[in-house]
C-alpha cells in the first residue's frame, strides 16, 4: 500500500491502496465517486471515462501511481448545478435510456467539444462512437452534442 494525494474534481484528497489500483476503482471504492461506471476493465467501452488535464481518458486501467499531479474531473465534478452545455443538452434530448453509458458519453463529449469547439457532423459521430451504448441512443447523442455545439456558439 502507498499513500497518494489527488487532485479530484478540484480537491485534494488523500488515499492509502495499492499502487496498481485502477483510478475507477479509487474513485469508486475510495472515494464514494459512483457516477464513473465500469464497463470492460480494458479501456475499451468509455463507460469509465474522467478527464485528467482536461483530456478524457480511460479510467479503469489507469493505474493510480501514474496520475502524479494531474487534475481528475468526475461526472460528478463536471459542473456544480448539472448546467454544463453538455449535461443540458443531454435533458434536453432525453438522451438516456438505460443510463448506463451516460457519464462516459457526457465526459467524452465535453472534452471533445473543448478540443473541438465547431466539429462537422462526421467528426461528432467519429468521437461519440468511441463510447459504447448498449441501448443505441447515438442518434439522441449526436443530437445532443450538436444541441451543446449551438448553444455555445
Keep these: ?19 496498481d ?11 464514494k465517486l459512483v457516477g464513473t461506471k465500469y464497463g470492460c476493465g ?3 467501452c468509455g463507460v469509465c471515462t474522467v478527464h485528467m488535464n482536461g483530456v478524457a481518458m480511460r479510467s479503469c486501467t489507469f ?3 501514474s496520475i502524479g499531479v494531474a487534475e481528475i474531473t468526475t461526472i460528478e465534478g463536471l459542473s456544480e448545478n ?13 438522451v438516456p435510456q438505460c443510463g448506463f453509458c451516460q457519464p462516459g458519453q457526457i465526459m467524452t ?10 466539429p462537422s457532423d462526421e467528426e461528432i459521430a467519429a468521437a461519440m462512437n468511441s463510447v459504447i451504448c448498449r441501448c443505441a441512443t447515438y442518434t439522441q447523442i449526436k443530437k445532443a452534442v450538436r444541441t451543446a455545439v449551438d448553444s455555445r456558439q
Design 1 to 19: 500500500m502507498a499513500q497518494y494525494t489527488l487532485t479530484i474534481n478540484g480537491e485534494q484528497r488523500t488515499v492509502d491502496v495499492d499502487p
Design 42 to 44: 480494458v479501456a475499451q
Design 109 to 118: 463529449a465535453a472534452a471533445f467539444l473543448k478540443d473541438n469547439p465547431n
Design 82 to 94: 448539472g448546467d454544463h452545455p453538455v449535461q443540458k443538452a443531454w435533458k434536453q434530448h432525453d
Design 63 to 65: 493505474p493510480v501511481s
Design 21 to 31: 489500483t485502477p483510478l475507477l476503482w479509487v474513485l469508486r471504492d475510495d472515494l
